[in-house]
């Protein structure tokens, strides 16, 4: 993957708004009774790629601090 097929990945998940609680059970509700090839399961799994992402983020920005602090 380029870095603008990266950038483009990136940007589609940023649209994914993020559920609430309630939201998130209902999904999963609806998984359980229709199994994992539904639309509920294809929201879940959008969200989930978002929630990643945020978190790998914020992973490799902690990382770099680091970094250059060990470089100082």
């Known amino acids: 993957m380029d870095n603008k097929e990266l950038e483009k990945y990136l940007v589609e998940i940023g649209k994914?708004?993020?559920?609430s609680i309630e939201e998130?059970?209902?999904l999963a509700k609806?998984?359980?009774r229709k199994g994992t090839d539904c639309d509920e399961m294809k929201r879940l799994h959008e969200v989930y790629d978002r929630f990643f992402e945020t978190i790998k983020k914020n992973f490799q920005y902690?990382?770099?601090?680091?970094t250059q602090v060990a470089n100082s």
Request: glycine residues 0%; aromatic residues 0%.
């Open 24 to 26: 998130e059970i209902e």
């Open 62 to 66: 902690a990382a770099n601090c680091l």
């Open 30 to 32: 609806a998984v359980q």
């Open 16 to 19: 994914t708004p993020l559920l």
